[in-house]
């Protein structure tokens, strides 16, 4: 070696001893304690607060850059709280201090030990630190700008580890009655570097009254971070929060309690502006009142994917089962930020609604076959838009019937009343009997219906009168096609049910709504217009060849009536009262029977007499009547149905009616004559629907009679020559006479 040389690694190794020994001797010569004052005097002149060390202070240069600070803390506004703002136990810091000239940081375990930040607004809306903000603005203005330095590359960092404990942080909005406090805050990380996993464990206690909220929460995970890959590797990640209390809104103050657990593996990419929760568990066990059932015990898993720069959400094999009910799917997501578009696809496995019923703590239901409600599976696919829900596949199987078809929702927002509807559904069989609650083995006999009790049915139960529900009607917007292949209810079996609606701006129409029926079919129209002043109303109806004994069978064990029936209804009304709608009533009715019977009576003339009236036949003998066909024709006008045509005709009887009934008021005035042959019985319909009154007319009963009694004989003598026509003459003499005398009208 060189002489230069020598004296050249001489003085740099003299330098180096010498900062060394600088670095030692310094921190044992220089106490920091001594400038306590100075320091407080500082802080209090920067930013108007008390700072206050009561702690010792400690530092070191060699080998590592640190400070070691006991109990600091910093005031708070006088407007705000006499509470500190920051108040800190313990704190460590140390560098170590040779890697520092390789670009290398090496940082020993810091330690913060009872940190304690008290922040809010006042009653104004200002902020605790508002003045410190307001000093350092100032500030700024009189200070000269500095131009950045241009960026260095990223230094390799490598902490031992980072303690917190019983840290606590409290936020106190004056101003809306709202504090939120996190305590006990303890956090741990063990020796950590770029591209290494390091373990974190994190606890804390957090307490609120918006939500009312109290409980605690912890985390752990393992953790990489890799700052040339843009990416932070989170394997293992657990959150546990236990819930001491959470009351929700309009919840009455019950609470809730229990556990939730989330486990999940987190890679996020910020330049990218992804995250993705992998192969994540959610639990949850919550108790309290207000849950259906007490309890509920639900989860899901799946794989999430979130991308908060292209606005884009996934989750893939999504699987959740809650109160017996397990659903998987798999959704997707653009533009969630700003106008939420979300696709995807569920399935619910089969499930029983009663068993749900009963774990949700709800009333059972009854029905008449007890396997009914207890199996239902579900398909569906989805589009929703912020505009429109729309299920684009549905396939719903509830026990031995299915529906399929699409569903549309308008968009729903507190200020439509109403979002729009649009369907196609189709269902295969529906037996709704099997769904009806069962009948009891004793049931009270109702008291007797009267006509008040029937014409209080059209009030509501306030004592108004019932009316349309135009302002619903106004705000419906639906258009549907429904379509079923039979139909059982209350016994009556149909097939073949086509409905359609179409409702908008207070025209509802049901048009058309058809089926077949026991040999027949039915199809009506019927439209009700509640956009005008006064809403119009009106039906047309066409029932043709419906067996009507099978039809009565679904009711009752006998039948009281058969026969091939049809109907014809073309109905017209206006008002908004249902009162003012029978009012306003026109239209005709027309009813048809052919080849039937009418049980309860037994159309012969010994079956009436003046006296006793009807007397039924005796026992074995049918109480029926046998018919060849029945007519009863009405043209109704404001309420008032006037018989055009009612006919009835048997084999020994031909039965004609007249008169009206009075729809509005509910009252019967009906007249027939029941022609037997030998006699006409005449029988008057009056009374009320629920109280009706048949009798026979004894005056013109007897004047029938008569004139019965005389037709016999004249025809008894007609084939007696001059004698037998001379007899004739006689006997329509007399029998002119005796019903003039009961006041009849001579016969012409």
């Not at 003085?11 to 900062?19: H, K, Q």
């Not at 202070?57 to 400070?67: A, R």
């Not at 700008?145 to 580890?161: A, K, L, V, Y």
């Not at 399935?347 to 396997?371: C, I, R």
């Amino acid at each position: 070696m060189s002489k230069p040389v020598k004296i050249i690694t001489i003085i740099a190794a003299s330098f180096i001893f010498l900062v060394i020994a600088a670095m030692i001797i310094i921190p044992m010569v220089v106490d920091p304690n001594d400038y306590k004052a100075q320091i407080e005097q500082a802080v209090e002149e920067s930013t108007g607060r008390t700072l206050k060390i009561t702690g010792n202070i400690n530092l070191s240069l060699f080998p590592w850059i640190g400070v070691r600070i006991g109990e600091v803390s910093l005031g708070n506004s006088p407007k705000f709280s006499q509470e500190p703002m920051a108040r800190i136990q313990e704190t460590d810091v140390k560098v170590k201090l040779l890697p520092l000239f390789s670009n290398q940081v090496v940082v020993d375990t810091c330690l913060l030990k009872g940190l304690q930040l008290y922040l809010g607004k006042d009653a104004s809306g200002k902020s605790s630190w508002t003045d410190i903000l307001s000093r350092e603005s100032k500030q700024n203005q009189t200070s000269p700008e500095t131009t950045p330095s241009p960026g260095s590359p990223i230094p390799f960092i490598s902490i031992r580890g980072v303690e917190i404990s019983d840290a606590r942080i409290t936020w106190d909005d004056r101003q809306n009655g709202k504090k939120y406090q996190a305590s006990s805050i303890n956090l741990e990380v063990n020796e950590f570097g770029m591209d290494e996993p390091f373990d974190l464990r994190l606890s804390m206690a957090v307490d609120s009254n918006a939500p009312n909220v109290k409980g605690n929460i912890g985390l752990a995970a393992r953790i990489t971070l890799k700052p040339a890959d843009n990416e932070i590797i989170c394997d293992g990640a657990k959150i546990d929060v236990h819930l001491e209390r959470l009351v929700l809104p309009d919840a009455k103050g019950d609470p809730l309690s229990g556990k939730m657990v989330l486990k999940t593996n987190v890679l996020a990419d910020w330049v990218e502006g992804q995250v993705k929760l992998n192969k994540m568990e959610m639990t949850t066990d919550l108790k309290g009142a207000m849950i259906p059932g007490g309890a509920l015990d639900a989860s899901m898993n799946g794989d999430i994917a979130l991308n908060w720069l292209k606005q884009t959400l996934t989750l893939e094999e999504l699987k959740a089962a809650a109160y017996k009910i397990n659903l998987s799917g798999d959704v997707s997501g653009e533009k969630i930020f700003d106008s939420p578009i979300l696709q995807g696809t569920l399935a619910v496995e089969s499930f029983s609604p009663k068993e749900l019923l009963q774990a949700m703590a709800l009333p059972p239901v009854e029905t008449n076959d007890p396997k009914a409600l207890t199996k239902v599976t579900a398909d569906i696919s989805f589009t929703y838009k912020p505009d429109k829900t729309t299920v684009d596949s549905l396939k719903l199987i509830m026990d031995d019937s299915m529906l399929n078809g699409t569903v549309s929702l308008g968009k729903l927002s507190p200020k439509e009343k109403m979002p729009s509807l649009k369907f196609v559904l189709s269902a295969d069989t529906v037996d709704v009997d099997r769904y009806l609650p069962p009948k009891k083995e004793k049931e009270s006999t109702p008291p007797p219906a009267t006509l008040e009790k029937e014409k209080k049915k059209l009030d509501t139960t306030d004592g108004t009168p019932a009316a349309l529900p135009v302002d619903r009607l106004k705000d419906l917007d639906v258009e549907g096609q429904l379509r079923v292949g039979s139909l059982k209810i209350y016994g009556i079996k149909t097939t073949n049910i086509v409905a359609k609606i179409l409702a908008k701006n207070g025209r509802v129409a049901l048009s058309p709504f058809s089926l077949d029926v026991y040999q027949g079919t039915l199809s009506t129209d019927a439209i009700v217009d509640a956009s005008k002043d006064i809403p119009l109303s009106s039906m047309v109806l066409h029932l043709k060849q419906l067996d009507l004994e099978k039809t009565l069978s679904a009711f009752m064990k006998t039948p009281v009536a058969g026969g091939t029936t049809g109907l014809d209804l073309d109905l017209k009304a206006a008002g908004r009262e249902y009162k003012d709608m029978l009012r306003t009533l026109d239209g005709t009715i027309s009813l048809s029977a052919l080849n039937g019977f009418i049980r309860g009576f037994r159309l012969e003339p010994k079956r009436f007499d003046t006296q006793k009236g009807y007397s039924a036949p005796a026992q074995g003998v049918p109480n029926l009547t046998e018919f060849e066909r029945i007519g009863l024709d009405f043209d109704i006008r404001k309420g008032i149905a006037s018989a055009r045509n009612l006919k009835l005709s048997t084999h020994n009887a031909n039965v004609v009616g007249t008169g009206n009934v009075n729809l509005v008021e509910q009252k019967l005035n009906l007249n027939f004559d029941a022609d037997l042959k030998i006699m006409t019985v005449p029988v008057s319909v009056g009374g009320t629907f629920t109280d009706p009154r048949i009798t026979v007319d004894p005056k013109r009963m007897l004047i029938n009679t008569v004139r019965g009694v005389g037709s016999i004989l004249e025809k008894s003598v007609e084939t007696g020559g001059d004698v037998g026509k001379g007899a004739v003459d006689v006997i329509r003499q007399g029998t002119e006479e005796i019903i003039n005398i009961f006041g009849g009208k001579k016969k012409q």
